[in-house]
């Protein structure tokens, strides 16, 4: 056996990327205090109030994934990514998206390649029901080697967060559709180390599994808040099981998660990756997690199931800082 993968020996080092936030955070706070603007925190995002409306603007990228969806020409997905990642933030601070710009980035003149990204792009501005208002195109042959794609999206708010997440709520998990759009930089070296692209992969081609897209949570998390089923969302992302932090405050989770989907036991057998690495890289198949007070989990669930996703109650928070 080899010696075991991490995030950090595939490249990314997540305690510097988190001392990365710490600076922007410290900017982002440093500006807002010398212009007099007043921040509003969420668990995903930070708002301001323009007149009698709450906004936010977020942005995100769909990362290497791209690095697959380049070499396949399999593009739209990222396009669908970008939007739809930054979607699912917005809707679990209670935002709706308004408006969208996004910035693709690649290294030569290939206008069938900007064009898929493009389509992924309206297919989930339709969804979501946001305008695109632009965005920009660069060609930097010396720089970019394939594509980069990112997104921003402005959005309003159209429900309040109902109250503070107490000892007893409980935590659900909604599936995801496999990686989403994080961990790819681990993923692509443990996976790509031992398999083609074309080969069957816990019964589909590794590329399907590596190209499927985002899920949208966006409707289901809107009608949970409208409906004061949930007191907080999140949505699991980069940092993996590590992001339910940003709404426990003091708190912690006792959780038992289920059996992840293949793909992720492969990737953590062939990488020797230990599971704990996992749980902080992968959403290991759950993309949202939805906590609630104890009388309102028959109702969660029932609106979940009405969106056709799958859903586990994982367990509860409790008073100690504990994940898991």
Known sequence: M???WTYERAGVNLARHWEMHSIANAVIHDIAGKLGVELMEGGFTRSIKLGNHEITL???GVGTKSII??????LEVIGWDCVIGNVNDIACDGFIPIAITDYIAISNNDVDAVRKVLNG????ALTVGAAVLGGETAIM???INGIDVSCSVLGVRKTGVIGNVG???VVIGVESNGLHMNGYTLARKVLLSRYRLDDEVCGD????WLLRPTTYY????????????IKAAVHITGGGFTKVRRVLGNLGIEVEVPEPPCIFETIRDLGSVEWGEMYRVFNMGIGLMLIAGEEYVDDVIRVIGDSGLKYWVLGKVIKDALIF
């Open 141 to 143: 042959p010396d720089l």
């Open 121 to 124: 792009i309206k297919d989930a």
């Open 167 to 169: 000892v007893g709520d």
């Open 205 to 208: 081609e590794l590329v399907n």
């Open 2 to 4: 080899g010696m075991a």
């Open 69 to 74: 969806a380049w070499s396949t020409g399999r």
């Open 58 to 60: 977020h942005t995100d």
């Open 218 to 229: 966006g409707d289901l998390l809107i009608r949970l808040y409208d409906n004061g089923l």
